[in-house]
T-cell receptor
Framework: GNSVTQMEGPVTLSEEAFLTINCTYT??????LFWYVQYPGEGLQLLLK?????DKGSNKGFEATYRKETTSFHLEKGSVQVSDSAVYFC??????????????FGQGTTLQVKP | DTEVTQTPKHLVMGMTNKKSLKCEQH?????MYWYKQKAKKPPELMFV???????INESVPSRFSPECPNSSLLNLHLHALQPEDSALYLC?????????????FGPGTRLTVT
């Protein structure tokens, strides 16, 4: 079945450090891939998405590239800020779920950025 | 405007109460979703509505009853809940219920069952 695996957190970085959060997936078809961010006490916000192999999603300095050969969609940012502290979820949507738009989420990675 | 609104923000209810959660979007989206999220866990899908018809029920207990009165509104009716139903309930919407459509989430209703 479909699944998403994220690196375990928490990830603790100093401000302006480079961020990588690993995400790998298993899917029966050709999924769309997403990164969502959840700030404390809030709902999820779409951060970026990619719908086919080699697509690069980017937003607010974050980037992720859809790598079909390694079934990965790692999230990167060149210089994190304290305001980036949040929980990050990798997710996929696949035709194997009947093209219903059902999202399969990873377990989430908590990022803490210290000044 | 990519806003999904949810009311109330917080809800405390007893196990014998009946209450409803409301969700609204004005983006012209035709698919709407209810998720349940426990602390430090990812959201779990409960229901999907596509073009105002229920298309997915993820084996949710009957004490949760969804309703989609029109394309902009989604309700979740609650009755005889258990303490373990305490969670953050998230509503989301997307342009369509398909693989390529991103979902936009509301801020959630934090439910406590006493």
């Amino acid at each position: 079945g479909n699944s998403v695996t994220q690196m375990e957190g928490p990830v603790t970085l100093s401000e302006e450090a480079f961020l990588t959060i690993n995400c790998t997936y298993t899917a029966t078809g050709y999924p769309s891939l997403f990164w969502y961010v959840q700030y404390p006490g809030e709902g999820l916000q779409l951060l970026l998405k990619a719908t086919k192999a080699d697509d690069k999603g980017s937003n607010k300095g974050f980037e992720a590239t859809y790598r079909k050969e390694t079934t990965s969609f790692h999230l990167e940012k060149g210089s994190v800020q304290v305001s980036d502290s949040a929980v990050y979820f990798c997710a996929l949507s696949d035709y194997g779920s009947g093209n219903t738009g059902k999202l399969i989420f990873g377990q989430g990675t908590t990022l803490q950025v210290k000044p | 405007d990519t806003e999904v609104t949810q009311t109330p923000k917080h809800l405390v209810m007893g196990m014998t109460n009946k209450k409803s959660l409301k969700c609204e979007q004005h983006m012209g989206h035709r698919a709407m979703y209810w998720y349940k999220q426990k602390a430090k866990k990812p959201p779990e899908l409960m229901f999907v509505y596509s073009y105002e018809k229920l298309s997915i029920n993820e084996s949710v207990p009957s004490r949760f009853s969804p309703e989609c009165p029109n394309s902009s509104l989604l309700n979740l009716h609650l009755h005889a809940l258990q303490p373990e139903d305490s969670a953050l309930y998230l509503c989301a919407s997307s342009q369509g219920a398909g693989v390529a459509y991103e979902q936009y989430f509301g801020p959630g209703t934090r439910l406590t069952v006493t």
